[in-house]
């Protein structure tokens, strides 16, 4: 049996798994409210709130997976892309846990173990994962990448945004609104209350499968702007329309990128992943899109979308496979591509 131990520290949430051949055995997150306040993520803050939850999520994890530390085959860490500060803490504590028991650690790409979070089985007869090749549209506060998929450690990015990613679009309008931080989700459920053709917002005219969302942000500043000089009481009185059609606009963006991409590849297998597939609206095109052009779409659960260990585990445990270990002198990156 391999049993690998996941650890999750890129941004502002400390998480750790444990996954067996495979399947999940424990996925504990702990978030950080502290940066609430600041409408954004403190790095400062965020690696202080690291070490003092490393040591009890990891407990946790190993705990709800009725395991001992004795029983880990590797310690599979994220290495980058992320906050650095954020990141030394979890390499830190790999590299600790991978001496004090001599076991191998294997280090993760942030972004490719979210398109392989499609691979967490839930049981040992799940066999919901993707055939490769299969296009994967990864979207969150820092990516909107469409990926095609060749295998586990086979990815190529065909488009991506060239300024603003989608969740930073999310977050920024509900910014703008006063709609607290973080925004994507409260946008998501304000625009189950609203119509999504009230407002007409701009879309990038970005060749290829690229996007860009700069443009959009710039539009809909510009528009509140206007209307809130005619009338100063218009945000909250049309907050759920604007939401439902700032929803709307970003989506048929990310949704028509996605659908040239996998027709000029001819391919029908296409997944979702990020913090941003917890969407209702993107869940809700992605089953659209299987019904008109017969796409076999792989939707991730809602606890593997935001960042968790469980994605990293799964990614270690395929490096596991292949024998790919990392050194004890290996350092984090904040920036890495796929």
């Known amino acids: 049996m391999i049993t690998i131990l996941g ?66 085959s590797a310690v599979a860490f ?31 790409n942030h972004l490719q173990a979210h398109v392989l979070a499609h691979f967490i089985k839930e049981d040992e007869h799940d066999t919901n994962q993707p055939e490769f090749p299969f296009l994967c549209l990864l979207v969150s506060g820092g990516n909107s990448q469409i ?38 989700p409260v946008v998501d459920r304000l625009a189950k209350l609203g119509n999504p053709d009230r407002f007409k917002f ?18 809909f500043l510009y528009f509140l702007r206007d209307e809130l000089k005619k009338d100063d009481g218009f945000i909250e009185k049309n907050k759920e329309n604007l939401c439902a059609s700032l929803q709307k606009t970003i989506i048929e963006i990310l949704m028509d990128k996605l ?41 991730p659960k809602f606890a593997y979308t935001t960042d968790n260990a469980a994605m990293v585990a799964i990614s270690g445990y395929y490096k596991y496979l292949d024998s790919q270990f990392c050194a004890p002198d290996v350092v984090p990156y904040a920036r890495v591509s796929i």
Not at 45 to 56: C, F
Not at 203 to 219: N, R
């Open 7 to 72: 650890i999750e520290s890129s941004c502002d949430d400390t998480s750790a798994a444990v996954i067996r051949d495979g399947v999940i055995l424990s996925n504990v997150i702990a978030g950080q409210a502290v940066h609430e306040r600041y409408g954004g993520v403190v790095p400062e803050l965020a690696s202080r709130a690291h070490q003092q939850n490393i040591i009890p999520v990891v407990h946790d994890a190993l705990k709800q997976a009725g395991i001992t530390k004795e029983d880990i």
């Open 78 to 108: 994220t290495r980058g892309p992320g906050l650095l500060g954020s990141l030394l803490v979890g390499t830190s504590f790999a590299k600790g846990f991978s001496s004090a028991l001599n076991i191998p650690m294997i280090e993760i």
């Open 147 to 184: 990926i095609l998929v060749k295998s586990y450690d086979d990815m190529e990015i065909v488009g991506q945004t060239i300024d603003d990613a989608a969740g930073e679009a999310f977050d920024k309008c509900a910014k703008v609104m006063g709609l607290g931080y973080p925004g994507g």
């Open 202 to 219: 701009s879309k990038p005219h970005i060749a290829g499968y690229d996007y860009s969302f700069s443009g959009l942000k710039t539009s």
């Open 259 to 299: 659908y040239h991409a996998a027709k000029d590849l001819q391919i029908k297998e296409v997944a979702v992943a990020g913090g941003v597939s917890a969407n209702s609206g993107l869940r809700a095109a992605f089953e659209e899109y299987s019904r008109r052009y017969e796409w076999k779409i792989h939707i």
